[in-house]
């Protein structure tokens, strides 16, 4: 288990990266779940740039501490490389988030999807390397300084999901213009939203109010 540590740089101003809920099980969908109220006036990318991405990718423990400070200081020299991967790292969320929502909604993946996840598994899995871990082997990723390693541990997150028998439990919030996914645990598969306290305590609130609003008109 690697140690959580305060992010190596802040990103831009209006990013919640560094400090989103980790509640959607798996890697890959916590890291669709970097953007939220798709397809609403409340659309939100926490992704402003690529500190936002290494400041998520720390928090998550996809990366390390140093390897973190290692690419925010080559970021800082090769503007334009950093900004094409966070570029590469949307496109891969938003089609991860496709393809698991329809998946969730019992459809079929748009093969363009697929396609694109493929390509992203293809220039992640060379990187990868088995290695001694306490009496047995575990996957590791090379030294190599890329600024796309940051996406290597996620596509590999979603490869390991899309072939396991839990993938019929991924499911979408309930919550309204929540667009947030998870991997539901729960021993009857009923979980509904992603946060209780947050979609859980509004949609309460909603039912409540509207319950009160047609008690009135029925007086």
């Known amino acids: 288990m690697k140690t959580p540590a305060e992010p190596v740089a802040p990103p831009?101003?209006?990013?919640?990266?560094?400090?989103?809920?980790?509640?959607?099980?798996?890697?890959c969908l916590n890291f669709t779940n970097t953007a939220h109220g798709r397809g609403t006036a409340e659309h939100t990318d926490n992704l402003v740039d690529y500190g936002a991405l290494i400041a998520w990718s720390q928090h998550a423990q996809a990366i390390e501490p140093g390897e973190a400070e290692r690419l925010l200081a080559s970021a800082g020299r090769h503007r334009r490389a950093a900004e094409a991967v966070r570029r590469r790292a949307i496109e891969l969320r938003e089609r991860l988030h496709r393809c698991f929502l329809a998946l969730a909604r019992d459809a079929k993946p748009d093969p363009r999807d697929l396609e694109g996840i493929n390509r992203e598994l293809a220039a992640a899995l060379p990187h990868a390397r088995l290695a001694p871990?306490?009496?047995?082997?575990?996957?590791?990723w090379d030294d190599e300084p890329a600024f796309d390693r940051v996406l290597w541990p996620v596509v590999r997150s979603a490869s390991q999901l899309?072939?396991?028998?839990e993938l019929p439990r991924v499911k979408q919030c309930a919550g309204r213009g929540c667009s947030w996914l998870f991997l539901?645990?729960?021993k009857n598969g009923s979980r509904r939203w992603c946060e209780m306290e947050v979609c859980g305590s509004r949609a309460k609130a909603r039912a409540y109010y509207a319950r009160r609003k047609a008690e009135e008109r029925e007086r």
């Not at 871990?133 to 590791?140: I, L, R």
């Open 12 to 27: 831009l101003p209006g990013s919640r990266a560094a400090v989103l809920p980790l509640i959607g099980g798996p890697l």
């Open 133 to 140: 871990e306490d009496g047995g082997f575990a996957w590791v």
């Open 162 to 165: 899309l072939t396991a028998p």
């Open 184 to 186: 539901d645990t729960s």
